[in-house]
């Protein structure tokens, strides 16, 4: 009877959704590992097995292991600089200032709006303005081509993305800032423990599980934001700004080279399931 | 804990002056959309000789910028309620469940929440074309919902293991059970992730850019990210008036809804990023 009703429920409530994630999610994956195998071209109707040549052809591709390098820099830049920001905001607005309700409006805003818009306006604003501001004032900051030197591009693109989200982790960490127990706060202060040195010794030790979610999300956030590359730098110059995510959807959609394109969205899966698989383990032993 | 009032108010003036220095270059932006093209190029730093909205009517007209609106809010809409409707009742089953087949199947849900959409996206396009999904955007909204539910699912189960399951017992000897037991008293008392989640999903489907990218070709039926994208790419050499002032126009639904909203968006948003 009750075994029944068990069955009867998974049926109708959670088949439906399942249903629509099996048929839009577990098949697409599954579909792409079986395309890496062959050659296809999105167009023509058959395809040809061909083992694990793509895979292979992918060590050899100088521009896909750049744009493996691009994404692995400029996230550890990017995961540093966002955390390090996020939580130094989060330490401000979580004192007694009366601003801070519109001050972390004001902050997170830029989280919003889309990637595509914030792409374009940056490139205006890097890639146009600065070049009529140094004329003008003489300085040499706005006058290094930060979009068009194959150097810069990495930290103007993070730069970008910080000015969007660096909110977003603000907002993470004052949340989990807010939930410390305040016993061992409290006991701090009466061992004579200063406010700035509680910050270390503290705060930071009691964070640790808001810390590995910010971690983690500064990594998808990376591998997310080829949209805003696709308006900011559009991969240039040259390859030099190619994120993994959006050198997959040049493959595919541009250069029709579907079979391949797949292969390298499997080699992206490998390496997210590995990272995730990493940070789980430490969740868990925390 | 007392705080030095004189320390508060210097961390303060600080973080105005960021706040100034983040939307500083906007107000650059705004200015350039209200010039002419020769004066956005030749003098992008002087004020406009002329204050003139013609960049905007433009706009309005050579995007279809009301249809665009329309399709993002109905794309938006309509996914975000299959997410939480079917999402909830997922969610209700799995808390409820105590069998293995409960556990594996939400560890399948949470497969999706770190891949990146690459991963799926060229199988999507070409599954999509079959099915007749593509250039559709009720049937677009069904396979957005599909393949983004894990977040509720996975919040919604969380949150029912918090109501007791007298409740199903009471209700069930009272002979009301099922879906209709499920949308009367349970779905009900899940307000307030209810709201988050819908905050979230708004705005992660009304800034998407890549599912409508692949799956939509036809330009009535594009979205503002896409739209926005296709704009850039006509325009990006020769019309920065027009792209300008196309931004701006994107960024004011969501801003104003921001304006009103804020606070339930940010806890939201935050709340969401913790759970997972």
Known sequence: MKRKKEILDYVRFVCPMLFLYVIFFLVPLGQTVAYSFTNWNGISKQ?????????????????????????????????????????????????????????????????????????FIWQFLLGRLMTDLYPLTGWGIFNMGWLSNEKLVLYSVVFVKLWQSMGYFMVIYLAGLQMLPQDPLEAAVIDGCGQLRMIPYIKLPLMRPTIFVCLFLAVTETLNMYPLLMTLTNGGPGHASENISLYIYTEAFKSHNMGYASALAVILTVVVMIVAAFQMKITKEE | MRENKRINFLIALILWILCAGMFAPMIFVLINSVKTFGEVVMEPLSLPAVWSLDNYAEVLDTSNYIKVFENTIYFAVLSGL????????????????????????????????????????IPMANVASKMGITNNLTRISVLNAGFSCSLAVIMYSQSIRGIPRELDECAFLDGCSGYRFFFSIIFPLLKPITGTLAVLYFIRYWNDLMLPLVLISKKEYYTIPLSQLNFYNQFTQNRWNLLLASGVMAIIPVLILYVFAQRTIIEGIAAGAVKS
Not at chain 1, 60 to 70: A, E, I, R, W, Y
Not at chain 1, 89 to 107: D, E, G, H, M, T
């Open chain 1, 47 to 119: 395809k040809e097995f061909i083992g694990f040549a793509n895979y292979v052809n992918a060590w050899k591709d100088s521009v896909f292991l750049n744009s493996m390098k691009f994404t692995i820099v400029s996230a550890i830049v990017f995961m540093a600089a966002a955390n390090v920001l996020g939580f130094l905001l989060a330490l401000c607005l979580n004192r007694k200032i009366r601003s801070r309700i519109l001050l972390r409006a004001i902050i997170f805003c830029p989280f919003i709006f889309n990637n595509v818009t914030v792409g």
């Open chain 2, 82 to 121: 299959i997410v939480l409707i079917f999402g909830s009742m997922a969610g209700y089953g799995l808390a409820r469940m105590n069998s293995r087949v409960g556990k594996v199947t939400q560890l399948v849900f949470m497969m999706a929440m770190m891949l990146p959409f690459p991963v799926i996206m």
